[in-house]
């Protein structure tokens, strides 16, 4: 009997089973003491929800749109590095099921599966998500191939210019394709379905990457171009100017100050994403969720929000729109779907979280996700404001 699948902790602890503990714990880490990664899920569960009785319940709706694009509910598919090291195909696969869901689905620069590769299996326009790098030829043609692969808008991320460090990747010694040691061996061999499926794929290196930059020819030596290659000098001007390279839709994410929102506003971004990359670059940083209100006030009127850290069910994601986000991203969630199960996991990944926020919107007395806002929440005091900058220039 195939197990019963009601919640995404369900498809956690299949995840946890079948996936070797190196990706296991890539995936399930924050930097340093993890306070920003546990405190961007636990500020969820602070806010309440008001419910409202004898409402018309009837023909109710989560779909809008992201970006002018529609969608079936206010969510997406986060950019993942090495997804594809958690299944087999895993970018293939996640945005197929995507791409059935009627969400999008967005690429990271450090996929396993390449541009072309995930534009060959599906039929809709994913969103690729790019990284700067030192290269600049490199970081063009990267536009380039996402502009013919069709993608129709570009995540730049804004919050990795140097690596969080995260303790267990280290202690690992996280590569891919995996560095074989003998207790990763080990531990690989426990993992039967996740090899079998590995051995037969030909894509276990870094697809947009390997043989697309100079000298990256294997593993070995992504290893060391990749720690060289970010570009720590990424600025505003900088991103002006892939802004103008790229000539589409442009959607910043790591944004978490409102300072940096007016300054995406400025530069002329489509949407931001409040983000602290799940938790995994500035620990000690606020929680998305709590961010949200503050940088929704300062430029929500005139930019598309979009949020993402900690997003694990339909009540998360109906909190985040009723604070004002336009659209949410799922990364985690959906990474334990796929890991448990291929595209059918991420596709049930994305039927909970839908399912759980029409019942949540229909216990609330809404019907229409646009409808939803602050009246659908109980907010503890000092939610907001409990946290102040320090001193005058703060
Ligand atoms: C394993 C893992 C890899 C990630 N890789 C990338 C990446 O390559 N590019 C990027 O912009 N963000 C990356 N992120 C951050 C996600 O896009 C997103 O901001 C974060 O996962 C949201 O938090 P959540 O996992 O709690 O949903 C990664 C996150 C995880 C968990």
Request: proline share 4%; charged share 25%.
């Amino acid at each position: 009997m195939p197990p019963v699948i009601t919640n995404v902790d369900d498809l956690h602890a299949i995840y946890r089973r079948r996936v070797p503990k190196m990706f296991y714990d890539y995936c399930q880490s924050g930097s340093w003491t993890e306070q920003t990664y546990r405190e961007n899920e636990s500020d969820f569960d602070l806010i309440r929800l008001r419910q409202r009785v004898a409402v018309d319940m009837e023909g109710r709706s989560t779909a809008t749109t992201m970006i002018g694009r529609e969608v079936a509910m206010p969510v997406a598919l986060a950019p993942v590095g090495l997804t594809g090291m958690q299944h087999a195909d895993g970018e293939i696969l996640a945005a197929k099921a995507a791409e059935a869901a009627g969400v999008p689905f967005t690429l990271s620069t450090m996929s396993i599966c390449s541009i072309e590769d995930v534009a060959e299996h599906t039929t809709k326009p994913f969103w690729f998500q790019l990284y700067v790098m030192r290269d600049e030829d490199f970081v063009d043609r990267l536009i380039e191939r996402a502009r013919a692969a069709g993608c129709d808008a570009l995540v730049l991320t804004l919050d990795l210019q140097i690596l969080g460090q995260r303790h267990k990747d280290l202690k690992n010694g996280l590569s891919a394709p995996p560095k074989l040691t003998p207790a990763s061996v080990a531990n690989m061999m426990t993992k039967i379905g996740w090899g079998l499926n590995m051995l037969q794929t030909k894509r276990r290196f870094f697809g947009n990457i390997v043989g697309h930059a100079k000298g990256v020819e294997n593993a070995a030596s992504l290893a060391s171009w990749t720690n060289e290659q970010f570009d720590p000098r990424l600025d505003w001007e900088k991103v002006r100017r892939i802004k103008e390279k790229w000539g589409g839709k442009l959607i910043l994410k790591g944004i978490l100050d409102a300072e940096d929102a007016r300054m995406a506003l400025q530069v002329g971004a489509d949407a931001i994403i409040v983000s602290n990359h799940g938790g995994r670059q500035l620990d000690g940083a606020l929680s998305s969720i709590r961010m949200l209100p503050e940088i929704v006030d300062a430029v929500g009127d005139k930019i598309e929000v979009h949020m993402d850290g900690g997003v694990r069910s339909g009540q998360d994601v109906l909190k985040a729109v009723a604070l004002g986000a336009r659209g949410t991203y799922i990364g985690r969630a959906f990474i334990y779907g796929l890991g448990a199960m291929g595209q059918k996991g991420v596709a049930q990944t994305l039927e909970v979280i839908r399912k759980e926020l029409d019942t949540t919107m229909a216990l609330c007395g809404e019907k229409d996700v646009h409808d939803l806002g602050p009246h659908n929440l109980l907010v503890p005091k000092g939610f907001r404001g409990e946290w102040e900058p320090h001193g005058r220039n703060g």
